[in-house]
């Protein structure tokens, strides 16, 4: 089943602990991104990458790291994790940059205490 | 900076009427415009988009109206059904930022029986 999977679902961290949330996607596209939903706010693009080994950044970067080392894996990574990164964050994916369909993850609620 | 405007945020209509939610968008040289539907606990996912070089596009009840001049698109969905609850959203991407997509705040269409 083509999909885009993202691991955990759910995670409950504390102020400055470290974490990574996987994306990975079956579809073999080229484009990947990540994005935060926020209440009011609709969805926010923190990252985004074109294909393997380039990334760029969002709307919304600070705070957050990628990586694109493989075509299929596009991980997020929160060096220091703080209570306004508590969110629910979204990965997508699309076969190619323009002017086509994003395939979204199920989500990861985030929450920083 | 580019800005998606989306209105109204919630929206509760009668089973069987017409729902229709507007966005203006900042950036003149935006060609691309998707509506995405997320559905409770889930990711979104594509319904309907439109390109630039046309003025209208029909899906079954749905339908898209792009309007450039005024930088304006709307979604209007006939004969709604309780299956169409749902936070709706639009979202704007072209030439300057094709490699990004903004999207708007969201609306939250209930449909009441």
Redesign the interface.
Same mark, same amino acid.
């Given at each position: 089943e083509a999909q885009?999977t993202q691991n955990p679902r759910y995670l409950i961290t504390v102020t400055g602990k470290k974490l990574t949330v996987t994306c990975s996607q079956n579809m073999n596209h080229e /484009?990947m991104?990540w /994005?935060r939903q926020d209440p009011?706010?609709?969805?926010? =693009?923190i990252y /985004?990458s074109?294909n393997v080994e380039v990334t760029?950044k969002?709307?919304v970067p600070e705070g957050y790291k990628v990586s694109r080392k493989e075509k299929r894996n596009f991980p997020l990574i929160l060096e220091s994790p703080s209570p306004n990164q508590t969110s629910l964050y979204?990965c997508?994916s699309s076969p190619r940059?323009? /002017?086509n369909? =994003?395939f979204?993850?199920?989500?990861t609620r985030l929450t920083v205490l | 900076g580019e800005n998606v405007e989306q209105h109204p945020s919630t929206l509760s209509v009668q089973e069987g009427d017409s729902a229709v939610i507007k966005c203006t968008y900042s950036d003149s040289a935006s060609n691309y415009f998707p509506w995405y539907k997320q559905e409770l606990g889930k990711g979104p996912q594509l319904i309907i988009d439109i390109r630039s070089n046309v003025g209208e596009k029909k899906d079954q009840r749905i339908a898209v109206t792009l309007n450039k001049t005024a930088k304006h698109f709307s979604l209007h969905i006939t004969e709604t059904q309780p299956e169409d609850s749902a936070v709706y959203f639009c979202a704007a991407s072209g030439k300057s930022s094709a490699s990004k997509i903004i999207f708007g705040s969201g609306t939250r269409l209930s449909i009441r029986p």
């Open positions: 885009v /484009y991104s /994005y009011g706010l609709g969805l926010r =693009q /985004y074109m760029d969002g709307d979204f997508a940059v323009f /002017y369909e =994003q979204f993850g199920p989500g | -």
